[in-house]
T-cell receptor, first 115, second 112 residues
Framework: SAVISQKPSRDICQRGTSLTIQCQVD?????MFWYRQQPGQSLTLIAT?????????ESGFVIDKFPISRPNLTFSTLTVSNMSPEDSSIYLC????????????FGSGTQLSVL | QKEVEQNSGPLSVPEGAIASLNCTYS??????FFWYRQYSGKSPELIMS????GDKEDGRFTAQLNKASQYVSLLIRDSQPSDSATYLC????????????FGGGTRLMVKP
């Protein structure tokens, strides 16, 4: 399995500010994804982080609000921009590791609260 | 119709009993199926994967897949209070490429 380090683990932010979440995987991975999980809900895919090119966003998510970088195979960042209280959620980095098929592993998550 | 459906629960079982968690999916050509366990405040943890019809056992966990009925289940034998968590079913379907689609999760409560 892949070990995924995600930071920060939690943050409390003011409305209108931005937060960048970092995700580091301990081995080369084929795919990296960012999910959001709102309280009491299941996981919603935000985007696929593509190495060296623009991320692929799901319906309802846009690059201006959630810019994503993936400069290499093992690292990605998600920025939550111009935050509002509706962005309060858990954000999860995930990866599909090479050699273990399509299994998806998750980082520990970032609990974001926006005041 | 949701692509992956689960009963939200809570499913309450006494300690030592068998917990049965069910999941149905809509994409008939789905290929890969996963069960994740998520404790409150934690991230999902992969506990089982299954790719072909039938049963797959791993310790106290058994995953069952029936592609004709578009149904996948997870049985937990000898349930323990530490099994109390939300269980997420996830499916990789033809339409979704290589990405997982998650169900809403079933909350399991194992009572001592």
């Amino acid at each position: 399995s892949a070990v995924i380090s995600q930071k920060p683990s939690r943050d409390i932010c003011q409305r209108g500010t931005s937060l960048t979440i970092q995700c580091q995987v301990d081995s080369q991975v084929t795919m990296m994804f960012w999910y959001r999980q709102q309280p009491g809900q299941s996981l919603t895919l935000i985007a696929t982080a593509n190495q060296g090119s623009e991320a692929t966003y799901e319906s309802g998510f846009v690059i201006d609000k959630f810019p994503i970088s993936r400069p290499n195979l093992t690292f990605s960042t998600l920025t939550v921009s111009n935050m509002s209280p509706e962005d309060s959620s858990i954000y999860l980095c995930s990866a599909q590791a090479a050699g273990v098929g399509e299994k998806l592993f998750f980082g520990s998550g970032t609990q974001l609260s926006v005041l | 119709q949701k692509e992956v459906e689960q009963n939200s629960g809570p499913l309450s079982v006494p300690e030592g009993a068998i917990a049965s968690l069910n999941c149905t999916y809509s994409d008939r050509v789905s290929q890969s199926f996963f069960w994740y366990r998520q404790y409150s405040g934690k991230s999902p943890e992969l506990i089982m994967s299954i790719y072909s019809n039938g049963d797959k056992e791993d310790g106290r966990f058994t995953a069952q897949l029936n592609k004709a009925s578009q149904y996948v289940s997870l049985l937990i034998r000898d349930s323990q209070p530490s099994d109390s968590a939300t269980y997420l079913c996830a499916v990789i379907g033809f339409r979704a490429g290589n990405m997982l689609t998650f169900g809403g999760g079933t909350r399991l409560m194992v009572k001592p």
